[in-house]
């Protein structure tokens, strides 16, 4: 069974432009939630998406949004970038949206803002 | 908001040996899991071990095990007969249903196995 894979794997963008970051979950599973990694702030959730529906929301400005697509595919966009922007776009997906549901990891996507 | 604290940023152990990796938590809730996290230089995050708060019997994987002190709050993650594959950035989180089912996450413990 294919893992969740992310695309692109590398990104640099200059301040000011916007960025989509794409994952694709394990199939089967309708449940993505999207990371921030950081040296200075660590891991932060950004949101979950299940069935198409934002079921969660972490605590980041408005210029970070998301999508889920009927194929349980999901989009992370981010408008207007600032340096501090720069990190590893983690995406996880589950079966469902509980702690009981493992989620699988992709191996991010690490966006360079200069 | 709930928080998960690592004090030890980095830890070394001998092939062979046994190393403790520390975590702390803080939360007003009863109904939570634990988890521990490894994220070897690759990037990908692998799930090593998680343990619901329900549950007093402490979990294990093989040669991980977690000693869960729920009164106190700790999560320690004991790795027995080390490995140099066990090399890793190693992440404490922690997960609720009353809280959006979202993850925290501790600031993680570097782990080097010396050969």
């Known amino acids: 069974k294919a893992g969740v894979t992310q695309t692109p794997r590398y990104l640099i963008k200059t301040r000011g432009q916007q960025v989509t970051l794409s994952c694709s979950p394990i199939?089967?599973?309708?449940?993505v939630s999207w990371y921030q990694q950081t040296p200075g702030q660590g891991l932060q959730f950004l949101f979950e998406y299940f069935s198409e529906t934002q079921r969660n929301k972490g605590n980041f400005p408005g210029r970070f949004s998301g999508r889920q697509f009927s194929n349980s595919r999901s989009e992370m966009n981010v408008s207007t970038l600032e340096l501090g922007d720069s990190a590893l776009y983690l995406c996880?997906?589950?079966?469902?949206?509980?702690?009981?549901?493992?989620?699988?990891f992709g191996p991010g996507t690490r966006l360079t803002v200069l | 908001a709930q928080t998960v604290t690592q004090s030890q940023p980095e830890m070394s152990v001998q092939e062979a040996e046994t190393v403790t990796l520390s975590c702390t938590y803080d939360t007003s809730e009863s109904d939570y899991y634990l988890f521990w996290y490894k994220q070897p230089p690759s990037r990908q995050m692998i799930l090593v071990i998680r343990?619901?708060?329900?549950?007093?019997q402490n979990a294990t994987e093989n040669r991980f095990s977690v000693n869960f002190q729920k009164a106190a709050k700790s999560f320690s993650l004991k790795i027995s007969d080390s490995q140099l594959g066990d090399a890793a950035m190693y992440f404490c989180a922690y997960r609720s249903p009353n809280t959006g089912n979202q993850f925290y996450f501790g600031t993680g413990t570097s782990l080097t196995v010396i050969p």
């Open positions: 996880a997906s589950s079966l469902g949206t509980g702690p009981i549901h493992e989620q699988f």
């Open positions: 199939s089967g599973h309708r449940s």
């Open positions: 343990q619901e708060a329900y549950k007093q």
